[in-house]
């Protein structure tokens, strides 16, 4: 049987008190104690795992990129090639404003305070590179299999990708409700993945026209 880890329990405990705290209330207004408070543990057992504010603001934004990672690998699961991965990493993408916003809100937090925290923007701004490298890393998965446009640039894409992505999503946390989530979901997805592939690529399904007469025929 597989031994527990009792340090890396509580220290995600006191990371996850720590995220919920701060979707509510901001970066600036969460505290060490009421983190302490939230998680239900002692604060010498966060002053064990964190030294400071600081060193839990990382293990914060590395739990949420985490959550995010998570939900990359399962659309990655669900995609047979390229244009399937992509489309499943962009619903999946959209959907955790509704199903699971806090990373998110955190997100939205940390940005609006990135430029008067030197400290914090750079930690921002790792996270924020690292979204778009995945992201490049998938089309140009694409673009070698000739499923994606050659003529894009990789990177500008993704940032383009990743923008429309976190707009709709915003949105939906700032208004829930204010417009059909589902249908600007499918609105959405269905133009990125438009604008991704390449001629005679099925947006849907990733199989070329040659290939789905074949399976006509």
């Excluded at 597989?2 to 329990?9: E, G, H, K, Q, V």
């Excluded at 979707?23 to 969460?30: M, N, Q, V």
Aim: aromatic share 6%; proline share 3%; glycine share 8%.
């Amino acid at each position: 049987m597989a031994r527990l880890d009792i340090n890396a329990i509580r220290r995600r405990q006191i990371i996850d008190a720590a995220v919920a705290v701060m979707a509510e209330k901001g970066w600036a207004e969460t505290s060490i104690d009421e983190a302490t408070r939230r998680a239900e543990v002692s604060r010498g057992l966060v002053s064990y795992h964190f030294k400071d504010k600081a060193d839990l603001l990382s293990g914060v934004l590395a739990r949420c990129q985490e959550i995010f990672n998570e939900s990359v690998a399962q659309a990655q699961k669900e995609g047979q090639n390229p244009v399937e991965t992509m489309r499943a990493v962009t619903r999946i993408g959209i959907e955790l404003a509704k199903v699971n916003p806090v990373p998110y809100e955190v997100f939205v937090q940390f940005t609006a305070s990135a430029k008067r925290d030197p400290r914090l923007g750079d930690e921002v701004r790792a996270l924020w590179e690292g979204f778009r490298r995945a992201t490049a890393a998938g089309i140009r998965a694409g673009q070698r299999a000739g499923l994606f446009r050659a003529d894009l640039d990789a990177d500008a894409a993704a940032a383009r990708h990743i923008g429309a992505v976190t707009g709709v999503a915003l949105q939906w946390l700032l208004e829930p409700g204010a417009f059909d989530f589902e249908e600007t979901e499918r609105q959405t997805i269905d133009m990125l993945m438009g604008y991704l592939v390449a001629e005679g690529v099925d947006p849907v399904t990733g199989m070329t026209t040659a290939a789905t007469a074949s399976l006509d025929g």
